[in-house]
């Protein structure tokens, strides 16, 4: 995957440098590119003007982003300017964007953005109900998320399957050694041995999990027969 990204403080992006975004890097997975837009500004370096029709605050410029981004060499990329009215990014969004093999993305630092400027976007995307002081966090988070999805990536595929949202679901609850720690004990079931009963263990906690933090996934959600009977189990215990 190529990913450019215009930004005006490219040494806010050291930490995709790092971690499973850096590895993927050295194994030649991935192509980031950071280009700071203000080298491109024709009116002395200036990035943003004021709103025609007053107002508060300043506008990013069009003719920064457009001559940045016709000089990126890209053939069909996916255009995301980071926006907080845009769609909310999620889990998602996330396998969306690592089906791409071009992404690029526009991070404003202004009150908002001259609206030509999104003539050339296509996708708007927000990463909540929140303003930023820039797109920078919002980018390096979206890009974390997109790029451990891409094959060979993470070592084993199965690793994020299980992740929360990934599924519709929270993620079950998960322990390591040692066995008592505390006097905290790990799940008996999980010592049997039993991998049936350990995955009907699992689906139940994952569903308990969801049903107490994060109910509204389930409004929406496609249960199983399986999953519904549990679900109805666990719902008559929350009652007792």
């Known amino acids: 995957m190529k990913i450019d990204i215009l930004t005006l403080f490219p040494e806010m992006f050291a930490p995709l440098e790092h971690s499973i975004v850096g590895k993927a890097k050295e194994k030649g997975l991935l192509d980031i590119n950071y280009h700071n837009f203000r080298e491109h500004a024709e009116k002395a370096r ?15 410029r069009a003719q920064p982003i457009f001559d940045t981004i016709e000089q990126i060499d890209a053939k069909n990329p996916r255009v995301i300017l980071l926006d907080p009215a845009g769609r909310t990014f999620d889990q998602s969004y996330a396998e969306e964007l690592a089906q791409e093999e071009e992404l690029i993305f526009i991070c404003g630092h202004y009150e908002g953005y001259d609206e030509r400027i999104k003539t050339l ?14 797109g920078e966090l919002a980018a390096m988070t979206m890009v974390d998320a997109t790029v451990r999805l891409i094959p060979e990536v993470i070592g084993k595929e199965v690793s994020h399957r299980d992740d929360s949202f990934s599924s519709g679901l929270l993620e ?26 350990i995955r009907k263990w699992r689906l139940e906690e994952s569903l308990r999990k969801t ?9 929406h959600y496609n249960f199983t027969e399986e999953e519904a009977l549990l679900f109805e189990k666990i719902k008559e215990e929350s009652l007792n």
């Open 46 to 60: 200036h990035v943003d003007d004021e709103p025609y029709g007053g107002g508060q605050g300043m506008l990013l």
């Open 121 to 134: 976007v296509t996708d708007e995307i927000s990463l909540g109900d929140f303003v930023l002081t820039g």
């Open 172 to 197: 079950y609850p998960q322990y390591t050694r040692p066995y008592d720690f505390r006097g905290m004990l790990v799940p008996d079931v999980l010592m049997s041995g039993h991998h049936e009963n």
């Open 211 to 219: 049903y107490k933090r994060r109910p509204d996934l389930l409004e």
